[in-house]
């Protein structure tokens, strides 16, 4: 079974610039989450979808960040104008079903720095 | 407000030195507390889960226990490859949907 895709893998842009990320979740997997991990830390929740629909968004800095999910599939992520603050692995994971015991499964991240 | 805190925040062991990793939570309502295990450029990859206080799980040299404030998860024997950062998480029950809190994390460095 494939995992989580996401691309860019590394990203460098300069503040003030835009950015976006994409990411392919497990083929049937209804629910994706994108984290934000600053280095040393754990990550931590942006924006989390069931298939279209937004379930949480209430960490996602919505006055920069922006994220859909069109036909719940693929999801992208954007950022605009970006900070210094913002330089961080961005990670993107999926689960089969929201509610019940079921893990995430994360892909690798796009690492960005903003300078 | 709820909390999620791992220590040590690192640790250096001899191949084949046994040692323990704590997770101590705050929180109202836990619903499920995951281990995940991190290498270095990868995303977490998923270890165990966690619901009732007195349950184990064991997978290869790693343990894992859950009491009502904290979890540990004990390696046993480890060697340089279980060296990456180990990080807990926990969902509550007042989270909506399967939101996740994460600790910090504990790097592991196991030398030969």
């Known amino acids: 079974e494939a995992g989580v895709a996401q691309s860019p893998r590394y990203k460098i842009i300069e503040k003030r610039q835009s950015v976006a990320f994409w990411c392919n979740p497990i083929?049937?997997?209804?629910?994706l989450y994108w984290y934000q991990q600053i280095l040393g830390q754990g990550p931590k929740l942006l924006i989390q979808f069931q298939n279209n629909g937004v379930v949480d968004d209430s960490q996602l800095p919505k006055d920069r960040f922006s994220a859909e999910r069109l036909k719940g599939v693929d999801s992208t992520l954007k950022i605009q104008p970006a900070k210094l603050e913002d330089s961080a692995v961005y990670l993107c994971a999926s689960s089969s079903l929201a509610g019940a015991h079921y893990e995430q499964y994360f892909g690798p991240g796009t690492r960005l720095t903003v300078t | 407000e709820d909390q999620v805190t791992q220590s040590p925040e690192a640790l250096r062991l001899q191949e084949g030195e046994s040692s323990s990793l704590n997770c101590s939570y705050t929180v109202s309502g836990l619903r499920g507390l995951f281990w995940y295990r991190q290498d270095p450029g990868k995303g977490p990859e998923f270890l165990f889960t966690?619901?009732?206080a007195g349950e184990e799980k064991e997978k290869e040299r790693l343990k894992a226990t859950l009491t009502k404030k904290e979890s540990f998860l004990h390696i046993t024997a480890p060697k340089p490859e279980d060296s990456a950062t180990y990080l807990c998480a926990v969902r509550l029950i007042k989270a909506a949907g399967n939101k996740l809190t994460f600790g910090g994390g504990t790097r592991v460095l196991v030398k030969p």
């Open positions: 083929s049937g997997h209804a629910t």
């Open positions: 966690l619901y009732s």
